[in-house]
């Protein structure tokens, strides 16, 4: 079975960052929300982590499959999952996406291990400053590269 980013199946992917911004301020940048959010996550903020996302929001796996979230409440419960097994305390690279997206790098073999993989990507999609989609990739490269094609 494989994994992904933070969400994928527990036996193989997942990871975890700090401002002040999230719906309700226009001039929150996509970068700032995110940070927020992966900080709020980090304490174990669960109220201010579903003040950022979308309803509807969508997290995927590089391949789609039923670890794949649908809606905030599946993403919430995900992010649960990750804190408890120690995911939060990963370290977490951010580099820009583009006007309305941030790419999150994490390390999660880092805290689970071999069986993990050694980098994932994540992008992150915002619209009105909520999350509304998030796209896992096995590396960093591959993320860029997928934000360039847009």
Same mark, same amino acid.
């Given at each position: 079975?494989?994994?992904?980013?933070? @969400?994928?199946? +527990? =036996?193989?992917?997942?990871?975890? /960052?700090?401002?002040?911004?999230?719906? #309700? *301020?226009? @001039?929150?940048? +996509? =970068?700032?929300?995110?940070?927020? /959010?992966?900080?709020?996550?980090?304490? #174990? *903020?669960?109220?201010?982590?579903?003040?950022?996302?979308?309803?509807?929001?969508?997290?995927?796996?590089?391949?789609?499959?039923?670890?794949?979230?649908?809606?905030?409440?599946?993403?919430?419960?995900?992010?649960?999952?990750?804190?408890?097994?120690?995911?939060?305390?990963?370290?977490?690279?951010?580099?820009?996406?583009?006007?309305?997206?941030?790419?999150?790098?994490?390390?999660?073999?880092?805290?689970?291990?071999?069986?993990?993989?050694?980098?994932?990507?994540?992008?992150?999609?915002?619209?009105?400053?909520?999350?509304?989609?998030?796209?896992?990739?096995?590396?960093?490269?591959?993320?860029?590269?997928?934000?360039?094609?847009?």
């Amino acid at each position: 079975m494989r994994g992904h980013g933070l @969400n994928g199946p +527990p =036996t193989k992917r997942p990871a975890a /960052g700090e401002a002040r911004a999230y719906p #309700g *301020d226009m @001039n929150s940048k +996509p =970068t700032e929300i995110a940070r927020e /959010g992966l900080e709020a996550w980090r304490k #174990g *903020d669960f109220e201010t982590i579903e003040e950022i996302l979308d309803p509807n929001v969508e997290w995927r796996w590089f391949e789609p499959g039923e670890w794949d979230c649908h809606g905030r409440d599946d993403v919430i419960r995900t992010l649960r999952e990750r804190y408890d097994q120690g995911f939060a305390r990963g370290e977490l690279e951010f580099r820009d996406g583009g006007e309305q997206a941030v790419i999150v790098v994490s390390h999660p073999s880092e805290i689970g291990g071999p069986d993990w993989p050694s980098e994932t990507a994540t992008v992150m999609q915002f619209r009105n400053e909520r999350v509304v989609s998030m796209q896992d990739y096995r590396t960093e490269a591959e993320a860029i590269a997928a934000v360039e094609q847009r």
